[in-house]
C-alpha cells in the first residue's frame, strides 16, 4: 500500500498536519530504502521514525489534554501500542542484525498503522478539535471571492419578486402586504 500523505488527512492543526506530513515522508522513505535494498540505510531511519514519531504522540496528546478530549484514553493506547510494536522490532533488529524479512514486516506494519491511525483517529480528533473552536476546518474556503461582475451587482440590486410570507397575503397590485 503506498503511504502518501494527501490534503483530506489534514486535520486543520499546522503543528499537527506538519508533523504527520513529516511522519509519511520518514516512513515512506523507509519504504524507498527497502526497495532499494539500502539495508545499511534501514537501522538510521527506523531510530529516527522512533523518535519522530514519539514527539508526535507527545504533541498531539498535549492538544487533547489542553483541549479536554474526552476520547484520550483510546487515543494514548493506540499510541502505545504503535510504540511497542516498534519496540519489538527494534529488539528483533539487535538481537538477530537487520534482515530484510523483519524490515519488510516493520515497514508493511508501519504503512498500514499510520495510514489508517491518521485517517480514522486523528482524523475524529481534528474533528473535535474544530468543534470546539481551536482551527479553521479544512472544509472552509478562506481564498477571497472573485470581484463582482457589474451584472451580479445590478441583480443584488434589483428587488426581489413579490413573496408572501406565510400568513401576510400581498394586496393584488400594490406590491404592499395588508397588514
Ligand atoms: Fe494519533
Ligand atoms: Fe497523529
Not at 80 to 91: G, I, Q, W, Y
Not at 115 to 136: F, I, Q
Request: hydrophobic share 40%.
Amino acid at each position: 500500500m503506498p503511504l502518501r500523505w494527501t490534503a483530506d488527512l489534514a486535520l486543520g492543526v499546522n503543528e499537527l498536519d506538519q508533523q504527520h506530513q513529516g511522519l509519511f515522508l520518514m516512513v515512506s522513505a523507509l519504504d524507498e530504502a527497502i526497495g532499494a535494498g539500502r539495508l545499511d540505510r534501514v537501522a538510521d531511519t527506523v531510530r529516527f521514525v522512533d523518535r519522530y514519531a514519539a514527539e508526535h504522540f507527545a504533541t498531539e496528546e498535549r492538544y487533547m489534554r489542553l483541549h479536554g478530549y474526552p476520547a484520550l484514553p483510546e487515543h494514548r493506547a493506540a499510541h502505545l501500542a504503535f510504540k511497542a510494536r516498534f519496540l519489538r522490532h527494534r529488539r528483533w533488529f539487535a538481537s538477530q542484525g537487520v534482515r530484510p524479512l523483519l524490515v519488510v514486516d516493520l515497514a508493511s506494519s508501519l504503512i498500514t498503522w499510520l495510514n489508517d491511525h491518521v485517517r480514522t483517529m486523528d482524523g475524529e480528533l481534528g474533528r473535535y478539535l474544530a468543534s470546539v473552536g481551536l482551527h479553521r476546518p479544512a472544509w472552509v474556503d478562506l481564498r477571497p471571492s472573485p470581484p463582482a461582475s457589474r451584472d451580479s451587482l445590478a441583480a443584488r440590486a434589483r428587488p426581489r419578486p413579490e413573496t408572501a410570507v406565510e400568513g401576510t397575503p400581498l394586496v393584488p397590485g400594490s406590491g404592499k402586504r395588508s397588514v
